[in-house]
């Protein structure tokens, strides 16, 4: 089975802290992906990579940046935290090439930011 | 622009029956569709997908449908269950693009009352 495991389950962190969030999956994949979910907005993509030291922004990557340092590993980094990025945080892997859409998703990572 | 809509936050059907769950589009573009299945404290998971080549697609109790000239694309289980109960996210792509991101709707909490 896929396995995409978060580092955290929940964080409490204070404005302007720097932020980490980690993400592996074990399973190879070349793509990976940082999800936000928000009550009543869905999913909402941040930033994605499709190798190593790719990436490419997604449809909200502002105050957020990435590092994929090794194909299994892909970091979400909060510069410095604010109180709109309390949220819940998914990441997902996939293979590249066809149907890379079914994406396997990690359990996410319970953001508080006071 | 919200290019993937479901229009019902939530649905409430009688275990045995069917549940439909609906989704439109607007984006042209796109022509590969997924529904993932989210449990509390969990990631979504895959459940089951469609080509735009296709109108309809099964597995075992659930049949997705896609009328592309309207746009819409829905979901049926057939008989539901209480293990059904959870977020159903609709998600398309756009296969011939440069790239395979997919763009969720906002979900709909499906309750299964036993």
């Known amino acids: 089975d896929v396995k995409v495991t978060q580092s955290s389950r929940y964080l409490v962190k204070r404005t302007g802290e720097k932020v980490f969030l980690e993400c592996v999956q074990d399973?190879?994949?070349?793509?990976m992906f940082w999800y936000r979910q928000d009550p009543g907005l869905g999913l909402r993509l941040i930033y994605f990579?499709?190798?190593?030291?790719?990436?490419e922004k997604g449809d909200i990557p502002e105050g957020y940046s990435v590092s994929r340092e090794k194909k299994e590993r892909f970091s979400l980094i909060l510069e410095s935290a604010s109180t709109n990025q309390t949220s819940m945080y998914l990441c997902?892997?996939?293979?590249?090439?066809?149907?890379?859409?079914?994406?396997?998703f990690g359990s996410g990572t319970q953001l508080s930011v006071l | 622009d919200q290019q993937v809509k479901q229009n019902s936050p939530s649905l409430s059907v009688q275990e045995g029956r069917i549940s439909i769950l609906n989704c439109d589009y607007t984006?042209?573009?796109?022509?590969?569709f997924l529904w993932y299945k989210k449990y509390p404290a969990e990631g979504p998971t895959f459940l089951i997908s469609i080509s735009s080549i296709k109108d309809k697609n099964e597995d075992g109790r659930f049949t997705v449908f896609l009328n592309k000239s309207a746009k819409h694309l829905s979901l049926h289980i057939v008989p539901s269950q209480p293990g059904d109960s959870a977020v159903y996210f609709c998600?398309?792509?756009?296969?011939?693009?440069?790239?395979?991101?997919?763009?969720f709707g906002k979900g709909t909490l499906l309750t299964v009352n036993p």
């Open positions: 399973m190879d994949h070349e793509n």
């Open positions: 990579s499709y190798d190593v030291k790719m990436k």
């Open positions: 998600a398309a792509s756009a296969r011939g693009g440069s790239n395979y991101k997919l763009t």
């Open positions: 997902a892997s996939s293979f590249r090439g066809p149907v890379n859409e079914k994406l396997f």
């Open positions: 984006n042209s573009m796109f022509d590969y």
